[in-house]
């Protein structure tokens, strides 16, 4: 990944781009906000303690706390003024290279959307409450709104280079499930975790999935699960060092490297695993 521009300037918010489609927030239904104060009430009473404190930080500065789901255009205006994102909305997943302009560009897509009251635990599509409560909280924070920018900017090379596997599983480790030391505790940052009430826990409290030191090269070896609790999370330092970590690095040459090792499948152990037991 190349060295992200930090953000200095101030170009105009465009709350524009392929595949984005009005949020019409006006049409949401008082049953569609209703389901979004559920979720949002019952992760905030969880989080506290258990999430980075940037992650509650951006809640609060960019007004979360308002019920009901929150209107895109409002937010952007927020978020805009501390880090230069802004937050488009999406009718649902869209192509690889079309997620990578967005984040290159400092725009967050999110599902338009919003799950059904029978469906809280799980749903196979991001909608706004994973997109919005999972993702939105730590662009506000400006380390990991650079590393975002810098792995859509990553992503543009994967595509050119046939590494998107590579990068994904970056992801997945990392902006999904990944945790963060924090206060000498394991604190959790990752959208997956953060917007999940059942993995919220597990991800901290039940003792069977290691948790192992963030590594670059085998983090992007590590193959996941879409279907279940994660088996293992990778822990970070800080934002800063995450980023510092993959912008520092080349990652044409790293892909070549990578080609040649054999993939690890989600449960599989290394010996050079570095294993984080503080609680
Ligand atoms: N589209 N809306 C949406 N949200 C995502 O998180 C997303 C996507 N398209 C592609 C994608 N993620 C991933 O495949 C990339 O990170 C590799
Ligand atoms: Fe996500």
Redesign the pocket.
């Known amino acids: 990944m190349s060295i992200p521009k930090s953000w200095l300037g101030s170009p105009a918010l465009d709350p524009s781009g392929p595949w984005t489609i009005p949020q019409r927030w006006a049409d949401y239904t008082a049953s569609e906000h209703r389901v979004w104060d559920t979720l949002f009430a019952r992760q905030m009473e969880l989080l506290p303690g258990r999430v980075a404190g940037s992650f509650l930080a951006g809640v609060a500065t960019l007004g979360l706390e308002r019920p009901g789901i929150p209107d895109l255009e409002r937010l952007s205006e927020r978020l805009h003024r501390l880090t230069g994102w802004s937050v488009v909305a ?1 009718q ?5 290279d ?3 302009d967005h984040l290159a560009n400092r725009r967050f ?3 338009r959307f919003i799950r059904r009251p029978d469906q809280l635990d799980y749903l196979e ?2 909608d706004i409450f994973h ?1 919005v409560f999972g ?1 939105v909280p730590l662009l506000a924070n400006a380390a990991y709104a650079d590393y975002m920018q810098a ?1 859509g900017q990553g ?1 543009q090379r994967a595509v050119r280079l046939g590494a ?1 596997d590579q ?2 599983r970056l ?2 480790h990392t ?2 499930f990944g945790l963060i030391r924090e206060a000498n505790q394991l604190r959790l940052f990752g959208a997956g975790i953060v917007s999940s009430y059942s993995e919220s826990r597990y991800a901290l409290d039940d003792p069977s999935p290691p948790r192992i030191a963030f590594d670059l090269r085998r983090v992007m070896r590590t193959r996941y699960r879409i279907d279940s609790l994660q088996p293992h999370y990778f822990v970070i330092d800080s934002f800063e060092d995450l980023l510092r970590q993959t912008v520092d690095t080349d990652f044409a040459p790293l892909y070549e490297q990578l080609r040649d090792l054999p993939e690890l499948e989600p449960t599989e152990a290394l010996s050079s695993d570095r294993y984080i037991d503080i609680s």
């Not at 649902?92 to 690889?96: E, Q, Y």
């Open positions: 999406v649902g997943l869209v192509p690889d079309v997620f990578f897509v999110a599902g599509e991001p997109d993702h792995y992503g998107i990068l994904a992801y997945w902006v999904e």
